[in-house]
């Protein structure tokens, strides 16, 4: 098996009250191509990530104003 990387949430920084006031959008789940970062709790609640789903385009971190979103592996 070889190694595999998805984005992760730091949720210690994340949250969407801070990066999007307004509206409560996470914008890293905004700018993934591949909808694998939800709100499943709705808006202003911090996202999951969909890990198996994950393609590692890494749009999400560089979307996150907070610094919140990283690259996991598991080797």
Known sequence: ??????????????DPKKCNPEAGKCLAALKCSYKVIKQIDGVFEPPIVLH???????DCIDACPLGAVYIKRIV
Do not use: E, R
Not at 1 to 14: E, R, T, V, W
């Open 1 to 14: 098996m070889g190694k595999k990387q998805f984005s992760a949430i730091n949720y210690k920084i994340c």
């Open 52 to 58: 198996d789903l994950c393609m590692g385009c890494w």
